[in-house]
């Protein structure tokens, strides 16, 4: 199965930036969907971002503007541009695939927005 590596993560100032990055790496045929959720410690695994194969695009009501998912098709890869970062947008981040109709998860990044 394919496995996903995530990097960009780290601590940002509000109002600031941050890019995240996913690889898909293995077994890296069939997969037709990837993205990213987030999830804080008691609370249940929440939608960010996804992009199909199509190249359309589903956000959360509550980030789309702000949230950006893109996909290189061709490297296998899924980024998640994040702009005017709040403190409410700090979570351990996953990047998200599906392949052959079943869910793979990246280890999860953690986003700290902090002054």
């Known amino acids: 199965h394919v496995q996903l590596v995530e990097s960009g993560g780290g601590l940002v100032q509000p109002v600031g930036s941050l890019r995240l990055s996913c690889a898909a790496k293995g077994e890296i045929v069939r997969i037709n969907i990837m993205g990213w959720f987030r999830q804080t410690p008691g609370q249940q695994r929440e939608l960010v971002g996804i992009i199909f194969n199509s190249g359309n695009t589903q956000y959360a009501d509550s980030l789309k503007g702000r949230f950006t998912v893109s996909r290189d098709v061709a490297k296998n890869t899924v980024d998640l541009q994040m702009s005017s970062l709040k403190t409410e947008d700090t979570a351990v981040y996953y990047c998200?695939?599906?392949?052959?109709?079943?869910?793979?998860w990246g280890q999860g990044t953690q986003v700290t927005v902090s002054s």
């Open positions: 998200y695939v599906v392949q052959d109709g079943r869910v793979v």
